[in-house]
Antibody, heavy 121, light 110 residues
Framework: QVQLQESGPGLVQPSQTLSLTCTVSGASISSGVYYWTWIRQLPGKGLEWTGYIDDSGTPYYNPSLKSRLTISLDTSKNQFSLNLKSVTAADTAVYYC?????????????WGQGTLVTVSS | SVLTQPPSVSGAPGQRVTISCTGSSSNIGAYYDVHWYQQFPGTAPKLLIYTNNNRPSGVPDRFSGSKSGTSASLAIAGLQAEDEADYYCQSYDTALRVLVFGGGTKLTVL
């Protein structure tokens, strides 16, 4: 079965770069059928789409984060990554990786368990 | 949120409840699909309804979705204690060029 697992530091200092990796098992990120997605949930709040990447490595970013965000693929490791630079406390959130159907409003049918990232000195 | 949901709904066991998701002409009204997720505290969201009114394998048929105009709804029939969770709708907004979620609705089973 398809499984996704986030990994990365749980604490990041303000103005630094937040880096997370999602390891996918049970599916190939090179398959061409899906988008590989990052979604975050601010504490006690709703869900926010950060962006996704397709199998060719083309990213699609939330315009509100675009200037700070990079999403990339590592097909050799079946992983995809998120890098968010110049973070502030407002970036403190649970970050989820997910597999999404292609299309503008593609649904996410498999999710990682999520990882809490706190931005604090 | 671009998609508006009631912050909370409640119902007694066995009752039927609906959760609305109100959008606009740049998202739901522009014929973009609506999906629904269920989230329990401390866990990842789970896909509940996809493409407006389809249930993934394993989701009970007590859950149903509909869409009309600029709104969508999730209905839960025969309410059970285990349905107590947060529910989110999702679509796409062509004006903002972003995938959007509703603010979430907390369902309480009385």
């Amino acid at each position: 079965q398809v499984q996704l697992q986030e990994s990365g530091p749980g604490l990041v200092q303000p103005s630094q770069t937040l880096s997370l990796t999602c390891t996918v098992s049970g599916a190939s990120i090179s398959s061409g059928v899906y988008y590989w997605t990052w979604i975050r949930q601010l504490p006690g709040k709703g869900l926010e789409w950060t962006g996704y990447i397709d199998d060719s490595g083309t990213p699609y970013y939330n315009p509100s984060l675009k200037s700070r965000l990079t999403i990339s693929l590592d097909t050799s490791k079946n992983q995809f990554s998120l890098n968010l630079k110049s973070v502030t406390a407002a970036d403190t959130a649970v970050y989820y990786c997910a597999r999404s159907q292609r299309g503008y409003s593609g649904f996410s049918d498999h999710w990682g368990q999520g990882t809490l990232v706190t931005v604090s000195s | 949120s671009v998609l508006t949901q009631p912050p909370s709904v409640s119902g007694a066991p066995g009752q039927r409840v609906t959760i609305s998701c109100t959008g606009s002409s740049s998202n739901i009204g522009a014929y973009y699909d609506v999906h629904w997720y269920q989230q329990f505290p401390g866990t990842a969201p789970k896909l509940l309804i996809y493409t407006n009114n389809n249930r993934p394998s394993g989701v009970p048929d007590r859950f149903s979705g509909s869409k009309s105009g600029t709104s969508a709804s999730l209905a839960i029939a025969g309410l059970q204690a285990e349905d107590e969770a947060d529910y989110y709708c999702q679509s796409y907004d062509t004006a903002l060029r972003v995938l959007v979620f509703g603010g979430g609705t907390k369902l309480t089973v009385l």
